[in-house]
């Protein structure tokens, strides 16, 4: 018989309880023992709903980041937290974030607050990891604690347990030697913790541990891939039976190495990878288990039962007990329950699944694999006959959008003057100083924006007293920025609940869920917006609130829009068309935007893309088309405009040195990034590239409640300085404001702009 696994579950909760609880135990409103309660009782609730699964994963669950976990279980924890003492969970969040709850004493030295460790996406995700460090002298030394207490907890529960860890060789790979020395070199060191650790799960009796390695999935040197098999060949001493589990795209020509490392079997991504599944047949040993992954677990739409299973059954009788079937990677990636959704449009809902709903496809399969196609025949009816309402839907297609994308041509995404020429009528319109000042757009969302938004959408407050309300909200961001000496100031966003859902939820085609969170680091949640049919815009989106805000002030305003590549790649985008022809829909629409506010006497306006790099395919060699037609989408957006309208566009959390050529290609006048983390580490690429045009490197670490120095800004700013001309740096945070607290922004917008002014007394 075939068995039946899953990868991984979402941690946040159905109702983000996680979420909640972390933040309450980082303002000191809580106690260290009722965040582990919550916890635990996640898991229990978790582990219930994948009761009819013949192994549930056990170690999936993270206060944070299954990456930084696994750091902590090696013992590999930076230098900095080293000598703490106390919980822990506290040190732990110290590296996440840079410290941990109020109520929790600081370790003398540190002012309350360490550099948190450097974050970015999970290979082509917009889930952020804490980056492992590593040096010459990194040692390892296990410590298992976590991992055997989720253990004993799932065992008392029944729960048929299969602990999941990050691969060694994935963790080496996603990691940074923060010297000049060789990653590889440590791998010795590191088999040894995980070889002690499988040894240590095999006393409790584990009998099957998922190892999880997507790094497969990419093109690896002859090194890497001696990695795996010097890794495996010493693991497979350990007496446990390891399923190495890859994800997220196709293993080409990694199929021969996965297929004869030695262990008990191996998963693939069989929505991502379904070419990989054949050659993989006829290299995999005859006593290898083969898990496929057949259900999409990085998107929302039902399955076509039907026809998975009219692949996936000759495969059963070939393989018999040797298939077991799963999602394609962990359900993190999905929201937990569609089932909640009691406001969501029926129709639409009657074409998706989220995570609970997924494994019942899965468990649909499996009993169609067992007993036949019989003894699931109803449904399958209802399967094929909401797949078969969605094609038809006139929802779905509009022809006179399908003919806008078909005009597009190359005059669409051509400024009128070279970037010299614009540069220098912008110059002597804005009228800026060297070094000119500004943030990436939100400001803190408090808790009266997040009420009067509430009670708007309740119906409790009518439209022109929530207008009133974020008119207000709106004023005092002016005239803290006036306050502070911002040069180039923005409205702050109090009017928008998300960067994608905000215009999602303006435009037609979109579809939106009340629960339909995701992860997409620590306690930050986001809910994608359901892109199910082709885009328009119907009216202005963000126009009457810009012109507001530059009302108020003399100083230039900032018109903040989400890019097109970014709406598409944080966006539960649909599957019945390529996503490309997607993307130009979206930036048709976001042009119309942009030309709307300049007609309105917007003259700086920021066009984010955030997630230009996410969505590169995860093989080098295929990374050409995405950046075409990604590059193409941005450039129509942006380019109609004159050129005294200064375009800047932002991009946080992505490693984008080996596409700076396409990111001048896009021809921004002024891009933003983030590099505080990584210690200016992202401007190497300016080292070997003339990048032509200005930029904002990142000075100011958002995602962290510490404060930086005037002292320390400065400093960043003349390692900038080594790289780009200063005449063509700003000075700007890594990110958008709304998620800190005003006590926290002010005094670090404070010291950012008294950097500029020291920079210019010194220029």
């Known amino acids: 018989m075939i068995i039946v696994h899953n990868l991984g579950f ?43 699964l013949d192994l549930v994963p056990v170690g999936d669950f993270s206060f944070y980041d299954q990456v930084l976990d696994m750091s902590f279980t090696l013992g590999n924890l930076p230098q900095r937290v080293h000598g703490f003492h106390g919980d822990p969970l506290d040190n732990y969040f110290r590296v996440a974030r840079g410290r941990s709850a109020q109520s929790v004493v600081e370790h003398a030295g540190c002012c309350g607050g360490v550099a948190a460790g450097e974050m970015t996406k999970w290979f082509d995700t917009n889930y952020h990891y804490i980056v492992p460090e590593f040096h010459a002298g990194t040692g390892f030394t296990l410590d298992a604690s976590r991992l055997l207490e989720q253990l004993a907890e799932a065992r008392a529960q029944g729960v048929k347990a299969k602990p999941v860890l990050v691969g060694p060789v994935t963790y080496l790979a996603i990691g940074k ?108 040993p005859d006593h290898k288990v083969l898990s496929l992954g057949v259900i999409n677990g990085r998107n929302i739409w039902k399955t076509d039962l039907a026809k998975v299973l009219d692949w996936l059954e000759p495969l059963a009788e070939r393989l018999g007990e040797r298939l077991w079937i799963a999602p ?77 994308v078909a005009a597009i041509d190359t005059r669409l995404g051509e400024r009128k003057s070279v970037y010299a020429q614009r540069a220098a009528e912008q110059a002597a319109l804005l009228k800026l100083p060297a070094y000119p000042t500004t943030t990436i757009g939100s400001f803190p969302q408090t808790a009266d924006i997040r009420h009067a938004r509430s009670a708007f959408k309740a119906g409790a407050l009518d439209a022109a007293a929530y207008k009133a309300a974020m008119q207000a909200e709106i004023a005092r961001s002016v005239r803290e920025q006036e306050a502070l000496g911002l040069d180039v100031l923005v409205h702050g966003e109090a009017e928008r609940n998300d960067m994608v859902e905000y215009f999602g939820e303006q435009l037609d085609g979109y579809a939106f869920s009340q629960f339909g969170w995701v992860q997409s680091y620590g306690s930050r949640c986001v809910k994608p917006p359901i892109l199910f049919g082709d885009i328009s815009r119907p009216k202005a989106m963000t126009v009457e609130w810009i012109s507001y805000a530059q009302s108020l002030t003399s100083k230039p305003m900032k018109g903040m829009l989400t890019g097109p590549v970014t709406i598409l790649n944080w966006s539960f985008v649909r599957d019945d068309q390529p996503r490309a022809v997607s ?181």
């Open 177 to 284: 030697a923060k010297d000049d020395s060789d990653k590889l070199a440590l791998l010795p060191s590191l088999l040894s913790a995980y070889s002690q650790l499988l040894d240590t799960l095999a006393q409790q009796g584990v009998e099957w541990v998922q190892i999880d390695e997507p790094i497969l999935v990419t093109e690896l040197d002859q090194d890497w891939q001696h990695a795996f098999n010097l890794a495996y060949h010493q693991l497979k001493a350990c007496r446990v039976k390891i399923l190495v589990a890859t994800y997220f795209g196709q293993l080409q020509e990694n199929l021969y190495l996965l297929a004869n490392l030695p262990v008990a079997g191996v998963h693939i991504d069989a929505i991502n990878g379904h070419d990989d599944i054949r050659p993989l047949l006829n290299l995999l």
């Open 583 to 763: 993307c130009k829909q979206l930036a048709l629409a976001i042009r119309a935007e942009v030309l709307d506010l300049e007609r309105a006497g917007v003259r700086v306006i920021q066009i984010d893309e955030a997630a230009l790099r996410e969505g590169l395919p995860l093989r080098q060699s295929q990374w050409q088309e995405y950046l075409d037609w990604a590059v193409e989408s941005f450039r129509i957006t942006a380019n109609g405009v004159g050129d005294q309208t200064q375009i800047h566009t932002h991009m946080c959390y992505s490693e984008f040195n080996d596409i700076i050529a396409s990111i001048a290609d896009m021809d921004a006048d002024v891009i933003t990034i983030e590099t505080s983390r990584s210690d200016m580490e992202l401007l190497d690429a300016f080292d070997n590239f003339n990048y032509p045009n200005e930029i904002g490197p990142g000075v100011y670490d958002i995602h962290s409640p510490n404060i930086p120095s005037e002292e320390h800004i400065v400093q960043l700013m003349k390692k900038a300085a080594e790289r780009v001309p200063a005449g063509r740096l700003w000075v700007n945070p890594d990110c958008g404001l709304k998620t800190r607290q005003w006590a926290e922004v002010l005094p670090a917008l404070t010291n950012m702009v008294a950097a500029a002014k020291t920079l210019r007394a010194a220029a």
């Open 10 to 52: 979402p941690r946040i909760g159905a109702k983000r309880e996680l979420k909640f609880a972390q933040e309450s135990y980082w303002k000191g409103e809580s106690s260290r023992d009722a965040l582990k309660a919550t916890g635990a009782a996640l898991r229990q609730r978790h582990w219930n709903h994948q009761a009819g």
């Open 328 to 404: 394609s990677c962990s359900l993190l990636h999905v929201p937990v329950d569609l089932d909640s959704e009691q406001k969501l449009d029926a129709e639409i809902k009657s074409w998706l699944a989220f995570a609970l709903q997924k494994l019942d496809e899965l468990q649909v399969l499996a009993k169609a694999l067992r007993h036949g196609r019989d003894a699931v025949k109803a449904e399958l009816a209802d399967n094929a006959a909401a797949l078969a309402a969605r094609r038809a839907s006139p929802r779905v297609n509009n022809p006179a959008v399908q003919q806008a």
